[in-house]
């Protein structure tokens, strides 16, 4: 199948490497840009809280020693790549790291470090839930205007097979592109959440993973 990717990166890369060696031809077309924003981390925090693998790099060296909770397992392995020693995996969504995060109950201040206008639930609920909590913006994300012309004629040839989308952010920046085609393509969803962000779209169908893992999505195909 031809399968259009649309996570920007890092991530989409490493999901076309995936689809060839399924045996799909992947077709890059990211639907976010993203800009890292300068801020300031505390030097010694209880624990940091990555919700994206797009926080990674503005991570600064003086905290590769702090325990990390992330959200699933690909962000886990940016983090040990970036030199991270001590990262726990909620290996799924934001509810199942609050679960983690609040399980764990770590004394001392955590940091969420998150995209400008990210984060905002999962940092009322730890509070909520009586811990201490600082976000910080590290990257922003912006839609982009329009989708590459190659992709576009595809889209508009019915060319395209399918199309994978691993954010309800992202589902929404195509969605509101109007791309053609799409009702003779499956659109394969995260979680519900990712799903629901597509259906103004006509689609031939809808699929949404078991878990919100790339694994479980790839294995939709």
């Known amino acids: ?6 996570r920007p990166e890092p991530g989409a890369a490493a999901t076309a490497a995936r689809l060839v060696e399924l045996g799909h031809a992947p077709i890059l077309a990211p639907c976010l840009t993203i800009t890292a924003r300068a801020a300031k981390l505390p030097v010694r925090p209880a624990a940091l809280i990555i919700t994206s693998g797009q926080a990674v790099p503005g991570l600064p060296e003086h905290l590769r020693q702090v325990p990390v909770f992330c959200v699933g397992d690909a962000t886990a392995g940016r ?3 970036a030199g991270f020693t001590s990262v ?24 969420l470090v998150t995209g400008a206008g990210l984060g905002l639930a999962l940092s009322g609920q730890l509070r909520a839930a009586g811990m201490k909590v600082l976000r910080r913006v590290v990257y922003a994300t912006r839609p982009v205007s329009a989708l590459e012309a190659p992709v576009r004629a595809a889209l508009a040839a019915g060319q395209i ?17 109007h791309p053609p085609g ?21 689609w031939r169908a809808i699929h949404v993973a078991e878990a919100p ?4 999505l790839l294995a939709l195909l």
């Open 88 to 111: 726990e995996s909620a290996g799924g969504d934001a509810r199942d790291l609050l679960r983690l995060i609040t399980a764990r109950r770590l004394p001392g201040t955590h940091v």
């Open 182 to 202: 799409t009702d003779g393509m499956n659109g394969f969803a995260l979680s519900p959440a990712v799903a629901d962000a597509l259906r103004e779209l006509p």
């Open 213 to 216: 893992t790339e694994a479980d």
């Open 79 to 81: 983090l040990r790549q």
């Open 1 to 6: 199948m031809k399968i259009l990717i649309t």
């Open 161 to 177: 097979d399918a199309a994978l989308f691993f954010s309800a952010e992202t589902a929404t920046a195509f969605a509101r592109l």
